[in-house]
């Protein structure tokens, strides 16, 4: 796997030779790539060898040589539930989906619930754009075999693997959740917004205990999977409604707590990820660019896009996924 900032000639140099490739860039430079074995998603945010930044003039694309294309799919919401037909034996599935669209919402509440759908590695990433376009530019995913561009659907590369190789997908979470004197919090749904929750038992306005208890929102709510543990980011805290709107959605009945606080987002990221990177595929939340302010701010040797929301297997946000394959 090689990871590299290229130039919209470059880049489609490389297309050319028939490689396999994941391709993050602007939707400008996105739509000018030759037809070929690629997928592709907007962003203008990328971590780069030399910290976190805005560009637009280059493409953020990964080349598998170890992988060949088994299928490229492009799944409406409603065809989500069959993504694990795709499937190649021993291989892996990258899935890019537009931020904001049907497809986005149906998938981070519905997808542990398709069938087979744990069955082999799927990662992959919300695609976004630069924040002063939300509301007036669409997220966009491409299918790089025909060259269009969506922003409703998802669109799914199937890989079959060479022998031996084995993927190997990892999240990794800069927070802690905090301990168990801390307030927990249960939701009488799941979804992306709430008005109400049982925080220690006792139901309540969500709104009115954040803004009464004075809680820092950049901090997400932490729920603990069997020692995984999955952030839950606050996007938005209406007053007037009383609704608080999340990136990813809460989960009915699961308890969560709100982060410890973090001093330092680089160095955290910088103590977690230690060396390597080189040969790995990674994505990295939008908010831990903005709250920890990583423009310019080296984190380590993993570079990617910075998305709205990452996927390693279920939609995530304020992590960063890491694959690797490696021999078996």
């Known amino acids: 796997m090689k990871n590299e900032l290229l130039s919209l000639d470059?880049?489609?140099?490389?297309?050319?030779?028939?490689?396999?490739?994941?391709?993050?860039?602007?939707?400008?430079?996105?739509?000018?790539?030759?037809?070929?074995?690629?997928?592709?998603?907007?962003?203008?945010?990328?971590v780069t060898e030399t910290g976190g930044a805005v560009i637009r003039d280059k493409l953020y694309c990964t080349t598998l040589p170890e992988a060949t294309v088994a299928q490229i799919r492009v799944l409406g919401a409603d065809e989500l539930p069959q993504i694990a037909q795709g499937y190649a034996t021993g291989g892996l599935s990258i899935i890019l989906i537009p931020a904001f669209s049907r497809a986005h919402s149906v998938f981070a509440v519905d997808g542990p619930s398709y069938a087979g759908f744990f069955n082999q590695p799927l990662v992959g990433w919300i695609s976004g754009v630069h924040l002063d376009d939300i509301g007036r530019v669409a997220p966009k995913v491409f299918d790089g075999r025909s060259g269009r561009s969506y922003g409703e659907e998802a669109v799914v590369m199937h890989l079959s693997l060479s022998e031996g190789l084995v993927p190997q997908v990892d999240i990794v979470n800069i927070f802690a959740q905090n301990d168990a004197t801390a307030p927990?919090?249960?939701?009488?749904?799941?979804?992306?917004?709430?008005?109400?929750?049982?925080?220690?038992?006792?139901?309540?306005?969500?709104?009115?205990?954040?803004?009464?208890?004075?809680?820092?929102?950049r901090l997400p709510l932490i729920a603990n999977y069997g020692g995984a543990l999955i952030n839950v980011s606050v996007q938005s805290v209406n007053h007037e409604s009383g609704e608080v709107a999340f990136y990813a959605p809460v989960m009915?009945?699961?308890?969560?707590?709100?982060?410890?606080?973090?001093?330092?987002?680089?160095?955290a990221f910088s103590r977690q990820l230690g060396v390597g990177g080189e040969g790995q595929y990674s994505c990295n939340c939008i908010l831990n660019y903005l709250y920890g302010e990583l423009e310019g701010k080296a984190t380590g040797s993993f570079t990617g896009p910075v998305t709205f929301g990452e996927i390693a297997y279920m939609l995530l946000n304020q992590t960063l996924v890491r694959l690797e394959l490696q021999a078996a």
């Open 252 to 267: 009915q009945g699961v308890e969560y707590r709100f982060a410890k606080p973090l001093d330092d987002y680089a160095a």
């Open 10 to 46: 470059a880049a489609a140099a490389r297309i050319a030779t028939g490689a396999v490739m994941t391709i993050a860039g602007d939707e400008a430079l996105l739509a000018q790539l030759p037809r070929g074995n690629w997928i592709g998603g907007t962003s203008v945010y990328f």
């Open 184 to 217: 927990a919090f249960r939701f009488p749904q799941s979804g992306f917004a709430a008005k109400t929750a049982l925080i220690d038992g006792r139901e309540m306005s969500l709104a009115a205990y954040l803004r009464d208890n004075d809680i820092d929102t």
